[in-house]
C-alpha cells in the first residue's frame, strides 16, 4: 500500500532553514506529482509547493515563494522540501501528499492527492 513518510522536521530560529524529506513506497512515484502541505493550529490544511512528476513544473504558495524550493529524486522515491528564511508563521505540521496524476491539479478546495503521510512538525520560534 501507499506509504510516505516526513521527517526533518523540528525547531528552528526565525531566519533559520530546515529541510524536509518524504520517503514514498508502494506505488511508482516517478509517474505521480506530489505536493506538501501545511496545516497550523486551528487551521485547515494549507497547500505550499507542488512538483509535476517528471520535475517539469513546481508551485509555490504566495506565503512561501522565494523562500521553500521543492525537489524530487525519483531514483530514492523522496520528495523535499527546503525550507530558508523561515518565520515564526511557518510554524505548522507538515505533510506529503501524493497527486492523482502526473500534473498537480488545483480545484476550488485546494489540490488532487489521494494518500497523506503522517507529518512532520516544524516550529519557528526563537
Known amino acids: 500500500q501507499v506509504q510516505l513518510v516526513e521527517s526533518g522536521g523540528g525547531l528552528a530560529q526565525p531566519g533559520g532553514s530546515l529541510r524536509l524529506s518524504c520517503a514514498a513506497s508502494?506505488?511508482?512515484?516517478?509517474?505521480?506529482?506530489m505536493i506538501w502541505a501545511r496545516q497550523a493550529p486551528g487551521k485547515g490544511l494549507e497547500f505550499v509547493s507542488g512538483?509535476?512528476?517528471?520535475?517539469?513544473?513546481?508551485y509555490y504558495a504566495d506565503s512561501v515563494k522565494g523562500r521553500f524550493t521543492i525537489s524530487r529524486d525519483d531514483a530514492k522515491n523522496t520528495l523535499y522540501l527546503q525550507m530558508n528564511s523561515l518565520k515564526p508563521e511557518d510554524t505548522a505540521l507538515y505533510y506529503c501528499?501524493?497527486?492523482?496524476?502526473?500534473?498537480?491539479?488545483?480545484?476550488?478546495?485546494?489540490?488532487?492527492?489521494?494518500?497523506r503521510g503522517q507529518g512532520t512538525q516544524v516550529t519557528v520560534s526563537s
Open positions: 508502494g506505488f511508482t512515484f516517478s509517474n505521480y506529482a
Open positions: 501528499t501524493k497527486g492523482t496524476n502526473p500534473i498537480v491539479v488545483f480545484t476550488s478546495g485546494g489540490w488532487l492527492y489521494d494518500a
Open positions: 512538483i509535476y512528476s517528471d520535475g517539469s513544473d513546481t
